[in-house]
C-alpha cells in the first residue's frame, strides 16, 4: 500500500529540535502509523532561524490574536513567525498532505489549549500556535490533531480514520471527479458518515443528487460537508444503528439462533462490554459468506488497517 503523507511536529519523529535542545519522539506515530504514514517534518521555530538551544518562547495578549514571545527577553518574534509561515504553506501545498500532528502546547504548533499569558499574568488554556493557527486556516478540511490528544483511543480512532478518507477523496479528484465516480464514492462511505452523523448523511445524498451545480462547485461543497461530518464522534449509539442497519441485509440468510446471537453481540457492544471490532468482525464474515457485494465495498467495515487495532480500543 502507498503510504500516505502527512504533516508532523519534527521533535515528534525524535529529531533534537525543541528549545532545549531536546526531542519529544513519539514512538507510536513513528513506529506504528509510520509503517503507514509517511512524514513530511515541520519544526517552525528551527526552520524560522532560531537556533539549538534557544531562549524559550510563550503566547502573550488574547487567545483570538496572541503574539509570540520570548520569556526572559521579551523578543517579539510574531510578525517573523507570520512571514515564514506563509511562505512555508505554499512549499506545503505541493506535498499533497491528508493530515498533520502538531506538537501539543507549543506556542509555534500547539493546535489548541495553548497557555496565552494575558495582561494579569494569569495564562489562559485557550490559544493556538502562530503556526498551527495559520496552518488550520489555509488547510481547514484537512484532519489535524497533536500528540497529546492521539493518547485518547477515540480521537486516534476518528483522526486516523479520516486522514485515509481524505486520501481517497484526494484519489477521486484526481480520477477526474466525475459525477458517476461521486455517486460511488458517497455508497461506499454510507454507513461511515452515518455512524459520525445522519444528518449529515442525508445532506450529502442531497448535493450528490442536485444536478444544478457544477462538478467543481458539488464536489467543493461535498468535501467540506463530508470532513465536517467525520469530525463528529462515532458515539456507540451511532455505531448500533449502523450495526442493525447492516445486520438488515441478512435478514434472508441467518438462522434464528445466528440472528439472536448477532443481536446480542450488538447489544454488548452498545452496553460498552465488547469493543466495536467484535460484531465488526462477524458481520464481515457473512459478508464473505453470503457473498454481499454491496456491502463488501462499505469502508464502515475497513475504514483503516487492521493491524492498527483501532477498534480494538473503541
Known amino acids: 500500500m502507498e503510504k500516505i503523507k502527512v504533516g508532523i511536529s519534527r521533535c515528534l519523529l525524535g529529531d533534537k529540535l525543541r528549545y532545549d535542545g531536546g526531542h519529544q519522539h513519539d514512538r507510536y506515530l513513528t513506529d506504528t502509523l509510520g509503517k503507514f504514514f509517511d ?14 538551544p534557544r531562549e ?48 501539543s502546547k507549543s506556542p509555534s504548533s500547539g493546535m489548541q489549549g495553548v497557555k496565552v499569558y494575558t495582561e494579569s499574568g494569569i495564562p489562559i488554556k485557550k490559544g493556538i500556535g502562530i503556526f498551527a493557527g495559520t496552518f488550520m486556516k489555509h488547510f481547514s478540511l484537512l484532519p489535524v490533531e497533536d500528540d497529546g490528544r492521539l493518547n485518547d483511543p477515540k480521537i486516534r480512532e476518528n483522526f486516523i480514520e479520516r486522514v485515509f478518507v481524505y486520501k481517497r477523496w484526494q484519489e477521486f479528484l484526481k480520477e477526474g471527479g466525475e459525477h458517476g465516480s461521486l455517486v460511488d464514492f458517497h455508497s461506499d462511505h454510507k454507513y461511515l458518515i452515518m455512524s459520525h452523523s445522519p444528518k449529515h448523511l442525508t445532506e450529502l ?17 461535498y468535501s467540506e460537508t463530508l470532513m465536517n461530518a467525520l469530525k463528529l464522534t462515532a458515539t456507540k449509539k451511532k455505531n448500533t444503528n449502523c450495526l442493525h442497519h447492516i445486520m438488515g441485509y441478512f435478514k434472508n440468510d441467518l438462522t434464528t439462533n445466528e440472528k439472536h446471537e448477532l443481536l446480542e453481540i450488538i447489544d454488548d457492544y452498545h452496553k460498552g462490554i465488547i469493543p466495536l471490532i467484535v460484531p465488526v468482525v462477524l458481520l464481515k464474515h457473512y459478508v464473505r459468506k453470503y457473498e454481499k457485494t454491496y456491502l463488501k465495498r462499505q469502508f464502515y467495515l475497513n475504514p483503516h488497517p487492521m493491524e492498527l487495532m483501532l477498534r480494538n480500543h473503541v
Open 39 to 52: 512524514y513530511v517534518p515541520v519544526c517552525p521555530e528551527v526552520e524560522y532561524g532560531l537556533p539549538i
Open 205 to 221: 445524498g442531497r448535493i450528490v443528487a442536485d444536478a444544478r451545480r457544477s462538478k467543481d462547485e458539488r464536489n467543493a461543497i
Open 56 to 103: 524559550a518562547m510563550r503566547l502573550i495578549g488574547s487567545p483570538e490574536a496572541p503574539r509570540i514571545v520570548t520569556i526572559k527577553t521579551g523578543i517579539d518574534h510574531t510578525e517573523g513567525m507570520l512571514k515564514w509561515s506563509e511562505k512555508k504553506l505554499k512549499v506545503l501545498e505541493k506535498e499533497q498532505l491528508c493530515g498533520f500532528i502538531f506538537k
